[in-house]
């Protein structure tokens, strides 16, 4: 799996298909690369070259807890470094939740560096965000502040990161437990105030200067709304809304499992959408 410098970390990445056009998909929540691969794998099979990489904080690559307003802008100026040096921009960028937060921060920040948006499992709304925000940050704010970078590296989560990558007990154990409350307690309060936004990260104004085509599919359970589906559809001009018929469900989350029966289904409609459209 290749390897590069990007922003001070290690990044793990890989680039499926050899011609075509550039597309880059992210998945869902903190999950490595692989959840993603199949999906890479079919659009491939269309004609595209698609790249997948691991996030900092995520899989394989570095862990990266070092300033920025938001872990997915980091993410978005990581992805507009990994493909300036692929010569991959500009490209159609997409993915899921977290992936949907990177890829549009991505548009919003580096409108020339990218030609398309495919979007899914959007989230919006109160309760997605106060949920996800706690999830992602108040626990390891609060375990830092007791237990400091012994503590965080014995979490379940990061104890994950350090499997996956050794290197990364170094660089957690050399942070100031301190900075690692500073950094993660503001990438939370700028999370939490996204609660009465459109959809979490984007504003209606930011959502409006979105350009380029968009292909967004509805969502189905608690963290991934339809109405986010809608709210958006409705800010991106250029926006196409596709109805999966997947069953609305009082869960915060579908499974990836249950999710990836659909995946045949949504990269026809990702290839019909990009030789439409792009």
């Avoid at 410098?5 to 998945?27: C, D, F, M």
């Avoid at 937060?101 to 920040?109: E, G, L, P």
Wanted: neutral net charge.
């Amino acid at each position: 799996m290749p390897v590069t410098k990007i922003r001070g970390i290690n990044q793990h990445y890989e680039i499926i298909g050899e011609t075509g056009p550039w597309v880059a998909l992210s998945p869902g929540g903190r999950t490595p690369m692989g959840e993603i691969r199949d999906m890479a794998i079919q659009l491939s099979a269309k004609g595209y070259r698609v790249l997948i990489f691991d996030r900092r904080n995520c899989g394989k690559t570095d862990i990266g807890i070092t300033g920025g307003d938001a872990e997915y802008t980091e993410w978005a100026d990581d992805l507009f470094e990994l493909t300036k040096q692929l010569n991959a921009q500009p490209c159609i960028v997409g993915g899921a939740s977290s992936g949907c937060r990177t890829s549009v921060s991505f548009a919003i920040k580096y409108p020339k560096a990218v030609t398309g948006l495919l979007l899914w499992k959007m989230s919006a709304g109160p309760y997605a965000t106060l949920n996800l925000g706690v999830r992602y940050y108040s626990e390891y704010i609060k375990i830092a502040g007791l237990k400091g970078m012994e503590g965080i590296c014995k979490t379940d989560f990061f104890a994950k990161r350090i499997s996956e990558n050794p290197r990364n007990k170094d660089i957690l154990m050399k942070m100031d437990p301190n900075k690692f409350v500073e950094v993660m307690t503001r990438w939370m309060v700028t999370f939490i105030s996204c609660s009465n936004f459109p959809l979490i990260g984007a504003t209606e104004d930011q959502l409006k200067r979105i350009s380029v085509p968009t292909l967004l599919f509805c969502g189905n359970d608690r963290h991934h709304s339809r109405e986010a589906s809608f709210g958006t559809h409705e800010l991106i001009h250029e926006s196409e809304l596709v109805d999966l018929g997947m069953p609305v469900l009082d869960i915060d989350a579908q499974s990836a499992e249950e999710y990836g029966k659909y995946t045949p289904e949504m990269v026809e409609k990702f290839d019909e959408f990009i030789k439409r459209r792009i």
